[in-house]
């Protein structure tokens, strides 16, 4: 081979390799799920968009994803929290096994005074729904309940926008502190792009749920810009008044 045609196919061989998604090899059960969103309106129907699970508490199994996705995918009529003049279905399924859907039921988090236009209505960035019909066969997380520890390393279970298909993906992150409602972690093997992956579940080595894949946070401390998902544990009380009302 000419000395020319071999550096563009090594040319070729660099670009493609520092192309692909920089995934964890780490493999858990099938957890992450996409979401498919029907609107009266069939002009907004979402086929699958970012990223959800399911979450059991005590003996029911919620649907999760983040709320912010409210802020894309609402039609027209769409003001506030709230899916009564806008979407008609709501399911989610996992790319690997597209036929096999968790049909939801209600919207539990519905505040129809939370509007669409204020920033302050994505602080708590949690979607919960009741679950109407599950044919899937991915695992129910179950929420961690011990301390973080400094340094522990945590991971984003989902799929990224670009991905229409394929096994689950699995990136890395190690854990630095908890603000508020809010974990603020460290990259170490992410996405080049992380849209898509909103409403994912970030799990501890032991499938135990952390957090919701939501945005970026600043430590007040250091300034510096973090991935930070919302915390699991402040899910608690809201499902504790569920259970109390019914």
Request: proline content about 4%; hydrophobic content about 40%.
């Amino acid at each position: 081979m000419k000395l020319a045609s071999l550096i563009i196919l090594l040319f070729l061989f660099t670009i493609n390799a520092f192309s692909q998604d920089k995934a964890s090899n780490k493999k858990f059960d099938q957890i992450a799920l996409v979401n498919q969103i029907d609107f009266l309106d069939p002009k907004f129907d979402q086929p699958h968009f970012s990223c959800g699970f399911l979450l059991k508490y005590n003996q029911d199994t919620f649907a999760i994803t983040a709320k912010h996705l409210l802020k894309y995918i609402k039609s027209d009529e769409m003001h506030s929290v709230s899916f009564d003049n806008g979407i008609k279905n709501w399911s989610l399924f996992s790319l690997t096994n597209p036929n096999e859907k968790v049909k939801v039921d209600r919207l539990l988090n519905e505040d129809k005074t939370a509007k669409l236009s204020e920033k302050s209505t994505f602080d708590d960035d949690w979607l919960m729904f009741s679950i109407l019909e599950n044919k899937s066969k991915v695992k129910a997380l179950e929420i961690r309940m011990t301390p973080l520890v400094a340094g522990e390393k945590l991971y984003v279970v989902g799929w990224t926008r670009k991905m229409e298909s394929g096994e689950q993906r699995v990136y890395e992150f190690e854990y630095q502190k908890t603000i508020g409602n809010r974990i603020l972690l460290k990259d170490l093997l992410v996405p080049e792009q992380f849209g898509g992956l909103s409403g994912a579940p970030v799990i501890d080595e032991n499938e135990f749920v952390i957090g919701i894949v939501s945005g970026k946070t600043e430590d007040p401390i250091s300034g510096k810009s973090y991935f930070s998902p919302y915390l699991i544990t402040s899910l608690i009380p809201f499902m504790d008044k569920i259970k109390k009302d019914n």
